[in-house]
């Protein structure tokens, strides 16, 4: 955050969440005029689901179709994941199976019907899948791993995904706690990353 680097910048953290220092890390490169990855829009596109699951279609990631609601509803088909909205709940997933449970779900995550949340019908078996730079070790996640990373160019985060007759569907996404990360995994990636980032360089002065 200190520092006045110039050039492309590649952020890895586990939580690029807003007011995280993920994520002030890319906006201080942008405000440098820095090609960077993760872009703040991405950071938070990620984040938000409604527009998660808008851009993960577009991309051709199968996903799990979500409504807006501002407040509880009695025509909310149960069970349901509930995800918050809201600029300040992160890890939010909430599995719902009653009317009550929906209840004190829509209070907490809609902070007392302030903001919508996003609603999700649960079809499948729950699993969170861990992405890094596009890979993961949850075989029915891998295509939607690397789609994801395509599209959103998030380094490290947490795939929540259901499956659905033997096939995942993108529900939301994550940060991950920084014990879930393979590190070395990173450490690897990061460099072959930089050796392809000098070598393309090179060709490109010696062209010149």
Not at 43 to 55: E, F, G, Q, V, W
Request: hydrophobic letters at 40%; one cysteine or more.
């Amino acid at each position: 955050m200190k520092s006045s680097a110039k050039g492309d910048v590649l952020n890895v953290s586990h939580d690029y969440r807003y007011q995280k220092m993920g994520y002030y890390v890319s906006m201080h490169a942008e405000l440098g005029g820095n090609p960077v990855t993760p872009r703040c829009s991405d950071i938070l596109d990620t984040h938000r689901n409604p527009l998660l699951m808008m851009r993960a279609v577009k991309a051709g990631i199968p996903c799990l179709p979500y409504t807006l609601i501002s407040r509880y509803e009695r025509n909310v088909a149960l069970p349901a994941l509930c995800f918050a909205v809201n600029p300040y709940t992160c890890n939010s997933v909430t599995a719902v199976k009653s009317e009550s449970k929906m209840l004190r779900t829509m209070k907490s995550l809609s902070v007392n019907n302030r903001y919508p949340v996003s609603v999700q019908p649960l079809i499948g078996d729950v699993r969170e899948a861990v992405q890094v730079f596009g890979e993961t070790d949850v075989p029915e996640a891998r295509d939607i791993a690397r789609k994801f990373y395509d599209e959103f160019r998030v380094p490290i985060g947490k795939l929540i995904v259901q499956i659905v007759d033997g096939e995942a569907r993108l529900s939301h996404f994550e940060p991950v706690q920084k014990k879930e990360v393979d590190w070395g995994l990173v450490r690897e990636k990061v460099r072959t990353l930089r050796v392809r980032t000098l070598r393309a360089h090179a060709t490109s002065a010696h062209a010149i």
